[in-house]
C-alpha cells in the first residue's frame, strides 16, 4: 500500500513513463540525486514537490491524495467493460493505437531530450 509521497511519486513517475533521468534531468539533478527523493533518503520539499507536479502535469494536492488502487480498479473496470463489448472492436483498436502514439510521442521526447544532453 503506498503510504508515504515519495512512493507515489514513483507511482505515478512510472505511471507517466518517465525515467528518474528524465525527471532529474528536467529538475537540474543527478538521477542519484532525484533517486535519493523518491526513496525518502532526502527530504521532500514543498518546493520539490512542486517543481515535480510540473514535469508530471499533475496537481500536487493530487499528488499527496494519489492512491494506486484507484488507478488499478479503473483499469480492471475498463477490461471488464472491453470484455462485455468484445464485439466492439474497432473502438479497442483506436484505443490502442492512442495508447501507441502517446508512448511514441513520449519516446521521441526522451530521444530529444538525451540528444541535447550529449552535444
Do not use: W
Not at 40 to 47: A, F, S, V
Not at 63 to 81: M, W, Y
Not at 86 to 92: A, M, V, Y
Amino acid at each position: 500500500m503506498i503510504d508515504n509521497t515519495e512512493q507515489k511519486l514513483k507511482q505515478l513517475r512510472e505511471l507517466k513513463n518517465y525515467t528518474q533521468e528524465f525527471v532529474a534531468a528536467q529538475m537540474g539533478l543527478t538521477t542519484r540525486a532525484y533517486s535519493k527523493i523518491e526513496s525518502g533518503d532526502t527530504k521532500l520539499t514543498i518546493n520539490r514537490l512542486n517543481e515535480i507536479s510540473k514535469i508530471l502535469e499533475i496537481d500536487p494536492i493530487s499528488i499527496l491524495e494519489f492512491d494506486h488502487n484507484h488507478v488499478f480498479n479503473a483499469c480492471t473496470k475498463d477490461d471488464e467493460d472491453e470484455i462485455v463489448e468484445e464485439n466492439n472492436e474497432p473502438r479497442l483498436t483506436k484505443k490502442l493505437i492512442d495508447q501507441y502514439e502517446q508512448r511514441i510521442q513520449h519516446l521521441e521526447g526522451e530521444v530529444f531530450f538525451l540528444r541535447n544532453l550529449i552535444k
